[in-house]
């Protein structure tokens, strides 16, 4: 038994049991290696990673290897979902190093934190023109002998060359229509016109790149941005990426086609793209988008959801695969002959031609990745939801995935702000709920009294880490979308001490922001990406929703603050823009103003629910809606907001000078969808 054993993190308890002397991160291990004159050895990782679970069982789990890295160095694991601080600072090293990284990512230190070898995944055995792990682990313990001046040199070099990458993109003026339109353009020059998407093989959900596209389409009626985020989104939804039985997306497909995924699935990715397919829904009424946002949710609170009331964060992509052996994607594959096992010979021809599921298989071993037809014509429909209904009880008796059942703040903001949304706009209270459940739980677990966040929790108790840019971001966005449905302007309220602690601890003089606060451990360098990766960055989901925040409140600060903050997307939109997709909607809903939308009622009239729901199916990119009786005191928005002729009203405004207010459904719904 190691040092792990009373952590939180799921990822480090998988590690409790290894040969292998590991410490969690802190100032002891770091010590350790000075008081014994060795280096650290850094492996960061997380529960749901597949090469992380291969590197354990071959290294970590082997006596002959564990006894070399306890003898030799001082050995530190890190769940990267809990510490994304450590993750970036030391990431960066290593792609600056190597020009790629990855997970596992394994980096040698010296006792002042300071890396000086990286790599990612190494194997037991020299295979590939790639080093073993042993022998990596002998060469860097010659070199920390033999050559210590020039390790120290080393180390040296790459903490100046990483201190001398601070970026100063605040403050230089807001993202316009050029920069739009460029960014527009370069998505067209990288989108895939035949499998949707962009770029080749992996392919990851462009989640944030399409409510860009979505947005851009609302304010300007392009209409090939529409058809790029569309046509996208129908090739995930029929493709192997997309759990086609149990819903939710899966992290990336390894082809271009969407066809074989990574099959971990990440609480992240199915809200952002529960979110987007809503928002689809939104803006062209698809009954593919409606139906995969719907499962999406469904599968949330179904897979995800924890006894307190929170989302997990991941399901592994191995499972047991009825042998004892774990395989990636064993619970999700089918062969032709499982399918005869299930649903009888007539029906497993129906279904094999239905999923494509084929002798050779698309996957592994005969196996294929269900998926859905492009042009199969016209379909049984009760036919098929016999089968899929008696596939899915009969994948309910493998064995499950493993499911990392820590709560990440961020990620929790990101499913409130899908859940509610979902709920609202297609009449099911229960996800609004659960969108309650879940802030409830923020506000219980993981705010202090001075409206600070833990990063993150497990079975109700708050982690020791302290939260990052994402996480404030997050939550606001989700409170904020949680008050516009909801009509609670408590969590307005929330948002706002979020949003303060943003301007007071995470913002540069220039406007640019930091990844942690100023008050937050020191690592070798702190932490500054603007960059959307699996989900919106820091920086920009800060933006995101201190821009909401201003059109809710007219805090002059905060609006600032935002337009401050899209100056790095002035700078990278147009250079590199499927990497800035939130900060390209944002930039969308500054253009639009964003759209102010008071909608005043007496409690309980159907007239004023009209209008709120007509309000919440805006299109308007980033339209912020308050709801409830005139002069309430719930929302800034509804004060000296009155009745009209004694009915429900609407009001729309920018920059809070409002249009005339109406009464009528169908003349709010033509001021939100008209281009301008």
């Given at each position: 038994?190691?040092?792990?054993?009373?952590?939180?993190?799921?990822?480090?308890?998988?590690?409790?049991?290894?040969?292998?002397?590991?410490?969690?991160?802190?100032?002891?291990?770091?010590?350790?290696?000075?008081?014994?004159?060795?280096?650290?050895?850094?492996?960061?990782?997380?529960?749901?990673?597949?090469?992380?679970?291969?590197?354990?069982?071959?290294?970590?789990?082997?006596?002959?290897?564990?006894?070399?890295?306890n003898r030799h160095f001082v050995n530190i694991k890190v769940d990267r979902e809990e510490r994304p601080d450590v993750d970036a600072v030391y990431m960066e090293a290593v792609q600056a190093a190597t020009g790629q990284g990855g997970w596992p990512m394994t980096v040698f230190l010296t006792a002042d934190a300071e890396p000086f070898y990286f790599g990612t995944y190494f194997p037991p055995e020299p295979r590939s023109g790639?080093?073993?792990?042993?022998?990596?682990?002998?060469?860097?313990?010659?070199?920390?002998?033999?050559?210590?001046?020039?390790?120290?040199?080393?180390?040296?070099?790459?903490?100046?060359?990483?201190?001398?990458?601070?970026?100063?993109?605040?403050?230089?003026?807001?993202?316009?229509?050029?920069?739009?339109?460029?960014?527009?353009?370069?998505?067209?020059?990288?989108?895939?016109?035949?499998?949707?998407?962009?770029?080749?093989?992996?392919?990851?959900?462009?989640?944030?790149?399409?409510?860009?596209?979505?947005?851009?389409?609302?304010?300007?009626?392009?209409?090939?941005?529409?058809?790029?985020?569309?046509?996208t989104c129908e090739a995930m939804a029929r493709g192997g990426i997309y759990d086609q039985l149990g819903g939710g997306f899966a992290r990336y497909s390894v082809d271009r086609e969407w066809v074989v995924p990574h099959f971990e699935k990440m609480l992240y990715d199915n809200a952002l793209l529960c979110r987007v397919y809503a928002h689809l829904w939104r803006a062209t009424g698809s009954e593919l988008a409606r139906r995969?946002?719907?499962?999406?949710?469904?599968?949330?609170?179904?897979?995800?959801?924890?006894?307190?009331?929170?989302?997990?964060?991941?399901?592994?992509?191995?499972?047991?695969?009825?042998?004892?052996?774990?395989?990636?994607?064993?619970?999700?594959?089918?062969?032709?002959?499982?399918?005869?096992?299930?649903?009888?010979?007539?029906?497993?021809?129906?279904?094999?031609?239905?999923?494509?599921?084929?002798?050779?298989?698309?996957?592994?071993?005969?196996?294929?990745?269900?998926?859905?037809?492009?042009?199969?014509?016209?379909?049984?429909?009760?036919?098929?939801?016999?089968?899929?209904?008696?596939?899915?009880?009969?994948?309910?008796?493998?064995?499950?995935?493993?499911?990392?059942?820590?709560?990440?703040?961020?990620?929790?903001?990101?499913?409130?702000?899908?859940?509610?949304?979902?709920?609202?706009?297609?009449?099911?209270?229960?996800?609004?709920?659960?969108?309650?459940?879940?802030?409830?739980?923020?506000?219980?677990?993981?705010?202090?009294?001075?409206?600070?966040?833990?990063?993150?929790?497990?079975?109700?108790?708050?982690?020791?880490?302290?939260?990052?840019?994402?996480?404030?971001?997050?939550?606001?966005?989700?409170?904020?979308?949680?008050?516009?449905?909801?009509?609670d302007g408590a969590w307005l309220e929330f948002a706002g001490f979020l949003l303060d602690i943003v301007l007071d601890r995470f913002t540069a003089e220039d406007g640019a922001l930091f990844d942690t606060a100023d008050d937050a451990e020191q690592l070798i360098r702190r932490p500054q990406d603007p960059t959307d990766n699996a989900a919106p960055s820091g920086w920009t989901a800060a933006a995101g929703a201190l821009l909401?925040?201003?059109?809710?409140?007219?805090?002059?600060?905060?609006?600032?603050?935002?337009?401050?903050?899209?100056?790095?997307?002035?700078?990278?939109?147009?250079?590199?823009?499927?990497?800035?997709?939130?900060?390209?909607?944002?930039?969308?809903?500054?253009?639009?103003?964003?759209?102010?939308?008071?909608?005043?009622?007496?409690?309980?009239?159907?007239?004023?629910?009209?209008?709120?729901?007509?309000?919440?199916?805006?299109?308007?990119?980033?339209?912020?809606?308050?709801?409830?009786?005139?002069?309430?005191?719930?929302?800034?928005?509804?004060?000296?907001?009155?009745?009209?002729?004694?009915?429900?009203?609407?009001?729309?405004?920018?920059?809070?000078?409002?249009?005339?207010?109406?009464?009528?459904?169908?003349?709010?719904?033509?001021?939100?969808?008209?281009?301008?």
């Amino acid at each position: 038994m190691n040092r792990l054993a009373g952590t939180t993190s799921p990822y480090l308890l998988q590690h409790a049991e290894n040969p292998v002397d590991w410490w969690p991160w802190g100032p002891e291990a770091f010590e350790e290696a000075r008081r014994r004159d060795v280096p650290v050895l850094l492996s960061v990782g997380y529960s749901a990673c597949h090469w992380c679970h291969v590197m354990a069982s071959e290294s970590f789990e082997d006596v002959t290897t564990a006894k070399y890295m306890n003898r030799h160095f001082v050995n530190i694991k890190v769940d990267r979902e809990e510490r994304p601080d450590v993750d970036a600072v030391y990431m960066e090293a290593v792609q600056a190093a190597t020009g790629q990284g990855g997970w596992p990512m394994t980096v040698f230190l010296t006792a002042d934190a300071e890396p000086f070898y990286f790599g990612t995944y190494f194997p037991p055995e020299p295979r590939s023109g790639m080093a073993s792990f042993p022998q990596v682990l002998e060469g860097v313990s010659a070199a920390w002998t033999d050559r210590r001046e020039e390790v120290a040199e080393v180390a040296g070099r790459i903490v100046r060359e990483l201190a001398g990458r601070s970026l100063g993109h605040g403050g230089d003026g807001v993202p316009g229509e050029p920069e739009l339109s460029q960014a527009l353009l370069g998505l067209t020059r990288e989108y895939d016109a035949r499998h949707g998407g962009f770029g080749g093989a992996p392919k990851f959900p462009p989640s944030m790149v399409t409510e860009f596209l979505l947005r851009h389409h609302a304010r300007t009626g392009a209409e090939g941005a529409l058809q790029m985020a569309a046509d996208t989104c129908e090739a995930m939804a029929r493709g192997g990426i997309y759990d086609q039985l149990g819903g939710g997306f899966a992290r990336y497909s390894v082809d271009r086609e969407w066809v074989v995924p990574h099959f971990e699935k990440m609480l992240y990715d199915n809200a952002l793209l529960c979110r987007v397919y809503a928002h689809l829904w939104r803006a062209t009424g698809s009954e593919l988008a409606r139906r995969v946002a719907v499962e999406t949710a469904d599968f949330l609170v179904r897979e995800l959801r924890t006894e307190e009331g929170g989302f997990a964060s991941a399901l592994d992509a191995d499972s047991d695969d009825g042998t004892g052996r774990h395989a990636e994607g064993a619970y999700y594959v089918w062969t032709p002959a499982q399918l005869r096992e299930v649903l009888g010979e007539a029906d497993a021809e129906f279904a094999a031609r239905y999923f494509g599921v084929t002798e050779e298989g698309t996957f592994e071993e005969g196996a294929s990745v269900l998926q859905l037809p492009r042009n199969g014509g016209m379909v049984d429909a009760a036919r098929t939801e016999s089968v899929r209904a008696r596939l899915l009880a009969a994948r309910e008796q493998r064995p499950r995935p493993g499911r990392d059942d820590k709560i990440v703040a961020a990620w929790n903001g990101l499913a409130i702000a899908a859940l509610a949304e979902t709920g609202a706009y297609f009449d099911r209270p229960d996800l609004v709920e659960r969108a309650t459940e879940a802030a409830d739980l923020l506000v219980r677990v993981h705010l202090d009294d001075t409206a600070r966040l833990a990063r993150t929790s497990k079975d109700g108790r708050s982690g020791a880490h302290a939260a990052v840019l994402e996480d404030y971001g997050d939550v606001a966005e989700g409170f904020l979308a949680l008050a516009a449905v909801t009509g609670d302007g408590a969590w307005l309220e929330f948002a706002g001490f979020l949003l303060d602690i943003v301007l007071d601890r995470f913002t540069a003089e220039d406007g640019a922001l930091f990844d942690t606060a100023d008050d937050a451990e020191q690592l070798i360098r702190r932490p500054q990406d603007p960059t959307d990766n699996a989900a919106p960055s820091g920086w920009t989901a800060a933006a995101g929703a201190l821009l909401s925040y201003a059109a809710h409140t007219g805090s002059e600060a905060h609006r600032t603050a935002a337009e401050r903050a899209l100056g790095v997307v002035k700078a990278l939109g147009p250079r590199v823009p499927r990497f800035i997709g939130w900060g390209l909607a944002t930039a969308e809903a500054l253009l639009d103003g964003p759209r102010e939308i008071a909608v005043v009622g007496p409690e309980g009239d159907p007239a004023a629910r009209e209008l709120h729901r007509t309000a919440l199916l805006a299109t308007a990119p980033g339209a912020v809606v308050a709801t409830g009786a005139p002069d309430s005191g719930e929302f800034p928005l509804l004060a000296g907001r009155p009745l009209v002729g004694g009915h429900s009203a609407a009001y729309v405004c920018r920059r809070f000078v409002c249009a005339a207010p109406t009464t009528e459904v169908g003349a709010l719904r033509r001021e939100l969808g008209a281009f301008e």
